[in-house]
């Protein structure tokens, strides 16, 4: 099973000002990798897939990079709507299966 | 506009069964594959298990196999996930996910709302 481990848990971040968020593989996943927001209350939407790809009405201060084992999400400048969970996700070993990072949470600082 | 929505959630004992359905629309249904992610309160997302459009290839997460069954109705648009010998641990938000291709891998979107199942004595 490939393991996703993201990090930091938690991020304080003040709006206005960039946020970097970390996901790492146990094993290479090649760009097999997705990006979603969930804020509270709702179903996670997605924001990137194949690493790097804006999924269709996703503002451009979002961008994805990385492939193999390391992946960045960033935020370039935080607006009030885009404090909430991000998760990745590998879809690269199937079958037999895809697998979520456990979270990133994104707080006003 | 694509939706997708789930029922068959309850609240259920330990060791009994249910069986969630997801109602699809606004797509053609058998161009894409289809998942089942999880959701315990207050915790992060769990694939459970995927579908291809043709049932060709299926993938169970190691928590549920031998114990739950994914399976689809193309003629019906719709998505299932029967679940038997239920655990605590199964309480879980269940969310129907359309995957962006016809092999089972792949990203998710959109997903559903989701329906609750609650596993207790």
């Known amino acids: 099973e490939i393991v996703m481990t993201q990090s930091p848990a938690t991020l304080s971040v003040s709006p206005g000002e960039r946020a970097t968020l970390s996901c790492r593989a146990s094993?290479?996943?090649?760009?097999?990798l997705a990006w979603y927001q969930q804020k509270p209350g709702q179903a996670p939407r997605l924001l990137i897939y194949g690493a790097s790809t804006r999924a269709t009405g996703i503002p451009a201060r979002f961008s994805g990079s990385g492939s193999g084992t390391e992946f960045t999400l960033t935020i370039s400048s935080l607006q009030s709507e885009d404090f909430a969970v991000y998760y990745c996700q590998q879809y690269n070993n199937w079958p037999p299966e895809v697998t979520f990072g456990q979270g990133t949470k994104v707080e006003i600082k | 506009e694509v939706q997708l929505v789930e029922s068959g959630g309850g609240l259920v004992q330990p060791g009994r069964s249910l069986r969630l359905s997801c109602a699809a629309s606004?797509?053609?249904?058998?161009?894409?594959?289809m998942h089942w992610v999880r959701q315990a309160p207050g915790k992060g997302l769990e694939w459970v298990s995927g579908i291809s459009w043709n049932s060709g290839s299926i993938g169970y997460a190691d928590s549920v196999k031998g114990r739950f069954t994914i399976s689809r109705d193309n003629a019906k648009n719709s998505l299932y996930l029967q679940m038997n010998s239920l655990r605590a641990e199964d309480t879980a938000l269940y969310y129907c996910a359309k995957s962006h291709s016809v092999g089972a891998g792949g990203w998710f979107d959109p997903w559903g709302q989701g329906t609750l199942v609650t596993v207790s004595s």
């Open positions: 606004g797509f053609t249904f058998d161009d894409y594959a």
């Open positions: 094993q290479s996943v090649s760009s097999n």
